[in-house]
């Protein structure tokens, strides 16, 4: 059986394209001596840094008469036509020439309505689409209603879902009536990068970005859901009491970056906030260990990748109380609403013996994700062994 990746997503996407590399090279462990694994990248750029990682990928297109198929699977009149006409697109003509038996998509996609016969496995990050309907980015221009048209389009059909958390798969087969069994919860994993040690002294990184040790780190696009206000509310708090403290965020703009830097002039936090802009993932490491704590203080969930990656840095992490269940006892939890509850979280972690406790209680908590990973992915390769075993009713 020949399975093939397909990872959507650029560089730029920042934590969404780490995630689909994470879940690339998990793919491949689980695949070695097993099955035959290949991938398909549809952004320039991305084959280069999968390299670096030692997986060989394939350049793909998403032509115009894919985009008609996808269009099309909304239709009745169309699905009637396709039935008889039986019409494969570009891209699923390239997998069925590569010998592909089951496509994997690393990234929430409506890709896989462009498929007429090759079985896929998808994935949901989040539902926050519901959870939070009032943010821009999924309130405006027409957002909702197209994550509601992936969901439904592409569920349904899929042997197999990955979800992020239990609480996730729970909400997949409650929303959209997806078979529990057909659900896998899969915890997310730090970015490659992040997986080991710098061997290089991070200080000239830090230098690179005018940057001392100590300072609160945040590593997110700038949404509106990321809840960056927040911070600068509380730091100006903090300010107003003589507590010192500085904040670096790092991400791309996502439309909230021209408005937060005003933010910063009015609150005169001039001299204690910096804006890296966009970082590369082999400096990232370096900034974590720079830090104090990772503060995270956003709406969206039920799980992130910087908790993780604060706990293997071996930096306490500051998180959103509502999201609780994916870091335990392991943060000092706040109420992201109210920027007084986000300084004295803040605050907190400025105590020597706080910050020690909270990483140790970090490292224990990774360990137990670690495990619960491990499990979901023997579940996954014991899915692919039965899809491998029914196939060959019609290869």
């Avoid at 929430?108 to 309505?113: D, M």
Wanted: net charge neutral; with cysteine.
């Amino acid at each position: 059986m020949k399975i093939v990746a397909v990872l959507e997503t650029s560089i730029a996407a920042g934590g969404g394209f780490n995630q689909g590399v994470s879940a690339i090279l998990q793919m491949a462990r689980i695949c070695k001596d097993r099955f035959e694994f290949a991938v398909l990248a549809t952004c320039p750029g991305s084959a280069v840094y999968l390299a670096q990682l030692g997986i060989d990928s394939l350049a793909a297109k998403i032509s115009l008469r894919d985009t008609l198929l996808i269009q099309g699977a909304q239709s009745p009149a169309w699905r009637t036509f396709q039935r008889r006409a039986r019409y494969i697109g570009p891209f699923e003509r390239r997998l069925l020439k590569m010998g592909c038996d089951l496509v994997y998509f690393v990234s929430p996609s409506l890709l896989p309505a462009a498929l007429q016969r090759l079985n896929y496995i998808t994935t949901v990050w989040d539902l926050c689409h519901r959870d939070f309907p009032e943010f821009p980015e999924v309130r405006s221009y027409g957002e909702i209603p197209a994550r509601e048209r992936m969901l439904q389009t592409v569920l349904a059909a899929a042997y197999a879902v990955v979800g992020d958390s239990d609480q996730l798969a729970e909400r997949i087969g409650t929303l959209y009536g997806i078979d529990r069994h057909r659900i896998i919860p899969m915890p997310f994993s730090p970015a490659p990068q992040m997986a080991t040690e710098t061997r290089d002294d991070p200080s000239h990184v830090l230098r690179k970005y005018s940057l001392n040790p100590g300072y609160f780190f945040y590593p997110a696009q700038f949404w509106a859901h990321k809840n960056h206000d927040r911070i600068l509310q509380a730091a100006a708090i903090l300010q107003q009491r003589g507590v010192e403290i500085h904040v670096a965020f790092a991400g791309g703009d996502a439309g909230e970056l021209s408005r937060l830097r005003k933010r910063v002039k009015n609150l005169h936090l001039d001299e204690r906030v910096r804006f890296l802009g966009f970082v590369p993932n082999d400096e990232m490491r370096s900034l974590f260990e720079g830090c104090r704590a990772v503060i995270m203080p956003t709406y969206f969930g039920p799980t992130n990748i910087p908790p993780l990656e604060a706990w293997c840095a071996r930096r306490p992490l500051i998180y959103s109380m509502h999201l609780q269940e994916q870091v335990g006892d392991a943060a000092i939890l706040i109420d992201p609403d109210d920027a007084e509850s986000l300084a004295d979280g803040m605050r907190r972690c400025l105590d020597d013996k706080v910050a020690e406790s909270m990483v140790d209680l970090g490292c224990r908590r990774l360990e137990q994700i670690d495990a619960a990973r491990s499990r979901a992915e023997n579940l996954l390769a014991d899915s692919l062994e039965r899809f491998s075993l029914r196939m060959q009713t019609w290869a």
